[in-house]
T-cell receptor, first 113, second 117 residues
Framework: GAGVSQSPSNKVTEKGKDVELRCDPISGHTALYWYRQSLGQGLEFLIYFQGNSAPDKSGLPSDRFSAERTGGSVSTLTIQRTQQEDSAVYLC???????????FGSGTRLTVV | AQSVAQPEDQVNVAEGNPLTVKCTYSVSGNPYLFWYVQYPNRGLQFLLKYITGDNLVKGSYGFEAEFNKSQTSFHLKKPSALVSDSALYFCAVRSMPVYNQGGKLIFGQGTELSVKP
């Protein structure tokens, strides 16, 4: 596609429920990144994919967070048993080569009530 | 470990005046440096990057940044600010990528730029 697409754009969920966030990167982009942006804070790295593998998942906050990427394309970030502190904007980005800057999606705003 | 510091949470500038948004970094090896801008309820947009070459980098919307290796800085500048430049600006750094070890960007906390008429 022309840009990085994320869905849903907004998600409100009850505490304890599981959520899935989707990222559709730019076609041909091999690298995919997930970040989290909490209110008033900077961007926190979560996980990096190169193709379908995740060489760096050091930023996942807990074992409630997981992500996968299939076909070298779409990625899903799953948060199990959501907590209120999970409320944030989750941003996905992709890049063609590691030397290039990222292209970001518009993000998914997650609110846990 | 890589890190980025944006020492100012907010910068206020009058329209038509020059603006500077500060950024300093720490990285092992040669840095790749980036500036991104975020408008309200939008994702981040790429402004410019420094990989190698000239220390003065020109980017989108009339912005430029100067790489200063001795001061480990990469300040964002614009000669004449516009009200429409008001947004949140992020500096980011990564070390030279090594295949399969990630090229993740480390972002600063962001600087809110407010340009008043």
């Amino acid at each position: 596609g022309a840009g990085v697409s994320q869905s849903p754009s907004n998600k409100v969920t009850e505490k304890g429920k599981d959520v899935e966030l989707r990222c559709d990167p730019i076609s041909g982009h091999t690298a995919l990144y997930w970040y989290r942006q909490s209110l008033g804070q900077g961007l926190e790295f979560l996980i990096y994919f190169q193709g379908n593998s995740a060489p760096d998942k050091s930023g996942l906050p807990s074992d409630r967070f997981s992500a996968e990427r299939t076909g070298g394309s779409v990625s899903t970030l799953t948060i199990q048993r959501t907590q209120q502190e999970d409320s944030a904007v989750y941003l996905c980005a992709s890049s063609f080569l590691d030397s290039y800057g990222y292209t970001f999606g518009s993000g998914t705003r997650l609110t846990v009530v | 470990a890589q890190s980025v510091a944006q020492p100012e949470d907010q910068v206020n500038v009058a329209e038509g005046n020059p603006l500077t948004v500060k950024c300093t970094y720490s990285v092992s090896g040669n840095p790749y440096l980036f500036w991104y801008v975020q408008y309200p309820n939008r994702g981040l947009q790429f402004l410019l990057k420094y990989i190698t070459g000239d220390n003065l980098v020109k980017g989108s919307y009339g912005f430029e940044a100067e790489f200063n290796k001795s001061q480990t800085s990469f300040h964002l500048k614009k000669p004449s600010a516009l009200v429409s430049d008001s947004a949140l600006y992020f500096c980011a750094v990564r070390s030279m990528p090594v295949y399969n070890q990630g090229g993740k960007l480390i972002f600063g906390q962001g600087t809110e730029l407010s340009v008043k008429p």
